[in-house]
């Protein structure tokens, strides 16, 4: 449990399924504004894939600017947005080989994905009814930091749609807002499989 002067969040985890489920509880003020994301940090091979629904508007921060497919990024722009998986200029599916990049991204609007690597595949799904879900993408692959980069994959089920409050849009979507009721509930569901027919294409 956390308790905050503006809210009180709570977590409890059990097994279902073979798989791990984390429901969350978040008490405050009707009309409180927040976002939160599951930093799931992955230790996954350069083979490794994300998976998610073709066409998903993808947000990419300026971080990515060099890297857009089609080379351009408006003029004072938060982000740039472009659909899911942004190839061939900007393969993100594609969680390796290392190329020295580094680059934050979400996926609009899409609460469950899967990462393949191999024959192993984790799926993290993000339930709840009335309030944005997203996912969120940390592909570093050896560039970031300087000077000395390191490996590191994030994929993120969130609620909202943007990595800092202050971005989100005040006529909404991009946050998750308590109800009138003063409660917002939450489940994350994450599942491994492992396939005997070897390597996923």
Known sequence: MVECPDFTLTRQLTEQAGGVVARYRL????GYRFVWAAHALLDLSPAARLLAPAGTPTRLYPEADEEVADGTWAAGSRWHTAPWPISPGLPLDRLGPDDGTALGAILVGCPDVQVVDGADTLRLRLDCPGQPRSTALWRNLRGWP????YRSIG???????????????????????????????????????????????
Do not use: K, N, Y
Not at 27 to 30: G, I, K
Not at 168 to 189: H, R, S, Y
């Open 27 to 30: 008490l405050a003020a009707p």
């Open 146 to 149: 300087v000077p000395r980069p």
């Open 155 to 201: 994929v993120e089920p969130m609620l909202g749609a943007v990595f800092d409050l202050g971005e989100a849009d005040p006529a909404g979507g991009d946050a998750a807002v308590v109800p009138a009721g003063g409660e917002v509930d939450w489940q994350l569901t994450i599942s491994a499989h492992r396939s005997s027919g070897g390597d996923h294409r």
